[in-house]
T-cell receptor, first 118, second 115 residues
């Protein structure tokens, strides 16, 4: 149980285009989803926290107009990188938890999406 | 402020040797502690977690960790390392900040295993 999927697993796009990444909880209801960014050989940096049906809460320094997050259902959250530029190239990882059930902030992680902007 | 420190950026051990990865945290309340492993290009897999109770926690793949409140530590151990254990290991603390529950990650320790 507690499986989280991401799609696509990797994407290459041209500079200036927008890219959407999906994060799905397959066998549980994710009341809260998190989006992380990971640069090569570095740790995970939390970008934003989204609760189903409400606006995402962005971490300091993360541009909300650049990284659009939608969490419209209990099993799906999307991250859209708008007008992507090469510096947006990174590994994006989502995680999810059922806030009503989870103990101790446990989160279940997706496999990640590798974004390369040319 | 809450923080997690993994003092060792890179560790190399021989296959079959024992392993200990260090993790120290700073958190004002009772911490929730986690160890995750990440293989190259992959997401994170939970090895083990500590919420309360027995301070010695058993995880998957033969790993264990011990919570020591007096030392603010949650070190990960394995008695005999296998080549497949080569990966990046992250320690994390569950924290409640700004009204939200978050995971705060350490910088990670990259483990290399020599045959």
């Amino acid at each position: 149980g507690a499986v989280v999927s991401q799609h696509p697993s990797w994407v290459i796009c041209k500079s200036g285009t927008s890219v959407k990444i999906e994060c799905r909880s397959l066998d549980f209801q994710a009341t809260t989803m998190f989006w992380y960014r990971q640069f090569p050989k570095q740790s995970l940096m939390l970008m934003a926290t989204s609760n189903e049906g409400s606006k995402a809460t962005y971490e300091q320094g993360v541009e909300k107009d650049k990284f659009l997050i939608n969490h419209a259902s209990l099993t799906l959250s999307t991250l859209t990188v708008t007008s992507a530029h090469p510096e947006d190239s990174s590994f994006y990882i989502c995680s999810a938890r059922d806030q009503r059930l989870a103990v101790g902030n446990e989160q279940f992680f997706g496999p990640g999406t590798r974004l390369t902007v040319l | 402020a809450q923080s997690v420190t993994q003092p060792d950026i890179h560790i190399t051990v021989s296959e079959g040797a024992s392993l200990e990865l260090r993790c120290n945290y700073s958190y004002g309340a009772t911490p929730y502690l986690f160890w995750y492993v990440q293989s190259p290009g992959q997401g994170l897999q939970l090895l083990l977690k500590y919420f309360s109770g027995d301070t010695l926690v058993q995880g998957i793949k033969g790993f264990e960790a011990e919570f020591k409140r007096s030392q603010s530590s949650f070190n990960l151990r394995k008695p005999s390392v296998h080549w497949s254990d080569a990966a990046e290991y992250f320690c994390a603390v569950g924290a409640r900040t700004g009204g939200y529950n978050k995971l705060i990650f350490g910088a990670g320790t990259r483990l290399a295993v020599h045959p």
